[in-house]
């Protein structure tokens, strides 16, 4: 359990990050590499992602230092994600590459202590080794090209659905009531905010420096997540509300959007990939039997097809949807 608190400084002080964190996108993009993909808005990004690390001239050894410290599970060093990139992906690296020697030491000695064996770079990495450094900054360079400029306005997009949700919440209801809308395991109550499914016991003193709550489209929907060090500018990274993320992925198909509406577009998105009726309703946060006139719709017009099995109702595309949804 995370327990993270405030004074009347840090409520005073909390805001939302006004734009996507490039550096954020790119370390937790590269959880999805590794392991099973069950988010339908992410599988041909990651397909495609995977076809260029293991082509037969892939880019996996120019990649492998940042992924080699980046693992998809447990910690990853704050280095990684300094508060400069708040200001785009060049501020952001180039204060990564400035990390002092005594932080790369402390946070990869702390990344080792997890037992898991890296490539020899990496110690060269921790003792400062400018030839590592500029290693670790053409990796990052290469994977933000391919990885996260490709899908940069649909990440924009999706961040601005997500800000504008929250920036309404504050507005209308408090701070409180933002807080608490954050995530569904968020509860703030008595100036305390907490994550209730934490990887560990832990309580963050925010000490009047306020929060910075940065909406992450590659955020995995278990749990927000923090700074392993309590020294350095706090950060709550949560993921983009699924409403925000779908139906900014329907916009951005431009005229399906518009020749079907923003939530018919964002349910033929998802149903590219499968799923029941529950499953649509849970992902755009609207109600089952709202889900499925919208199913009826869509199926009648050619574009769905459904198959009952038991108590669930299975749709996916037909020749036709998956013709309109890829010209668009």
Known sequence: MLRIHFTAADLARTRIAPAPDPLWESMLSMHWLRGRCLDPLL??????????????????????????????????????TPIEASGGFEPGLDALLRTPRARLAADLATLRSTGTRRPSAVADL???????????????????????????????????????????????????????????????????????????????????????????????????MVLADPLLP????????????????????????????????????????????????????VSVPSASRHLAVLRSSGLVTSARDRNAVHHTLTPLGRQLLNRT
């Open 43 to 80: 599988t041909g990004w990651r397909r495609r992602m995977l076809g260029l690390l293991h082509e037969r001239h892939g880019h996996r050894a120019e990649l492998g230092l940042p992924l080699s410290i980046n693992p998809p599970l447990g910690y990853f060093p704050d280095f990684l």
């Open 126 to 224: 921790a003792a400062g080794d400018v030839t590592a450094l500029r290693q670790l900054g053409a990796g990052l360079q290469l994977y933000h090209r391919l990885a996260i400029l490709p899908l940069w306005n649909a990440i924009r997009s999706a961040f601005d659905a997500d800000r504008a949700l929250r920036s309404r919440r504050l507005l209308n209801q408090g701070l409180s009531a933002l807080l608490n809308d954050l995530h569904p395991t968020a509860r703030f109550d008595g100036g305390i905010l907490t994550i209730t499914n934490y990887i560990a016991e832990r309580d963050l003193h925010l000490d009047g420096r306020g929060l910075l709550l940065v909406p992450c489209y590659f955020k995995r929907h278990e749990k927000p």
């Open 234 to 285: 706090p950060v709550l990274v949560y993921p983009i509300h699924p409403h925000a993320r779908v139906v900014s992925a329907a916009a951005g198909a431009g005229s399906l959007s518009a020749l079907l509406g923003g939530t018919r577009a964002a349910i033929l998105v998802l149903a590219a990939d499968g799923g029941t009726t529950s499953e649509v309703a849970h992902r755009l946060d």
